[in-house]
């Protein structure tokens, strides 16, 4: 039986993470881009854990061995199908234990060589946790800018370039802000935020250098580690500005018009303000939130919001920040996207063209 060690598995190009765990802890965390074809359903699991620990291991055994058997020839077709598409499968559980194990048998009893990672999911966890750190000593350039002013679509564009991006929002599936979840469905937990972001770093150009938006050290229900905050605090900043019309025209296209008919919206909107409105002082723009939300008139709880909730928050946050500035306009993407490549060259750094060349 063919063994990998997490190293051996991350330097493969054409490997295919096959995890054989049950579908609960495969969705709690993975290997990104892995497929999930479990052994047991999650209450097989739990029926087997049980039986574990009211009868002891031999009783679970030949419970599993039950469960099992039924299901070999459907669990070893997909995976002679992955081999058929060009792919290399690579089994994993929890631990590199008995699961794992038992599929690898099984194949080589069917005549499929499949290789299975040693210490399964908990060592990749482990290897990401103590390679991110290293990963992220390069120089960060920052963006900095009120909410709307364009940050996301600016880094998609520059990413569609070539340039060296993490998008941390879309790692953690959140947007960074109460409304945050709005259309994204369940916010990811730490375990799936930091493989997407070694993922990211595993596959980005060689470079001295990668781009970031300003998050909080929380993003939704994961924690960015202490080296991305370290070094968005010595990074080179750029603060985006836009006029309050556009940045407005924004948030509405992204945060309501798409979701705006929806039976669940406008009580989520009320649930979301409920959690921020103590921190409204002003009671004269509290009432006319209210107002505004019972009319559906969201332009204007949008442009409420941001004159008294974010923004107020926001020019507190970049005051916190050492360093020079450059500022760049961003009522158009395209060209603010255009002056932030010219700042990348004017401090030194390394454009797409030159990056792929090296």
């Known amino acids: 039986m063919k ?136 120089k960060a350039i920052v963006l900095h800018g009120m909410t709307g002013v364009g940050k996301t679509l600016i880094l998609e564009e520059l990413k569609g370039k070539g340039y060296p991006v993490l998008d941390l929002e879309k790692y953690a599936n959140h947007r960074g802000s109460v409304f945050g979840s709005f259309g994204q469905g369940d916010p990811h937990n730490q375990k799936i935020f930091d493989a997407l972001l070694f993922d990211e770093l595993s596959q980005m150009s060689p470079s001295n250098y990668f781009i970031m938006e300003a998050e909080s050290k929380r993003i939704g229900r994961a924690t960015q580690p202490d080296a991305l905050l370290t070094a968005k605090e010595e990074g080179i900043h750029i603060s985006v500005h836009a006029l309050m019309e556009t940045r407005t025209k924004r948030i509405y296209e992204e945060y309501v018009f798409p979701y705006k008919e929806q039976p669940w919206f406008k009580e989520r909107v009320w649930e979301s303000i409920h ?75 390394a454009v797409p063209s030159q990056l792929n060349s090296q």
Not at 339 to 349: A, C, D, N, S, T
């Open 275 to 349: 959690k921020i409105e103590k921190k409204i002082r002003n009671k004269e723009s509290l009432q006319s939130l209210y107002e505004a939300i019972e009319t559906e008139n969201y332009e204007k709880v949008i442009n409420i919001l941001f004159v008294d909730y974010y923004d107020p928050q926001y020019s507190h946050k970049e005051n916190s920040y050492q360093g020079e500035f450059f500022y760049v306009n961003a009522d158009s993407i395209a060209s603010a996207v255009a002056e932030i490549e010219k700042i990348i060259e004017k401090i030194g750094f």
């Open 3 to 138: 063994e990998l060690s997490i190293d051996e598995f991350i330097e493969k190009n054409d490997a295919v993470a096959i995890d054989v765990r049950s579908p609960i802890e495969f969705a709690e965390g993975s290997i990104p881009n892995a497929k999930n074809i479990p052994l047991f359903t999650n209450r097989e699991r739990e029926e087997v854990g049980t039986i574990y620990k009211q009868q002891g291991p031999q009783a679970a055994k030949w419970r599993a061995m039950e469960i099992v058997s039924p299901k070999i020839p459907g669990l070893l077709t997909e995976i002679k199908r992955v081999k058929e598409n060009g792919k290399e499968p690579v089994l994993y559980c929890w631990r590199g234990g008995s699961r794992s194990q038992s599929m690898a048998t099984f194949a080589a009893l069917s005549g499929l060589e499949v290789p299975r990672i040693v210490g399964g999911y908990r060592a990749y966890r482990e290897k990401i946790l103590e390679q991110i750190p290293e990963m992220l000593q390069k």
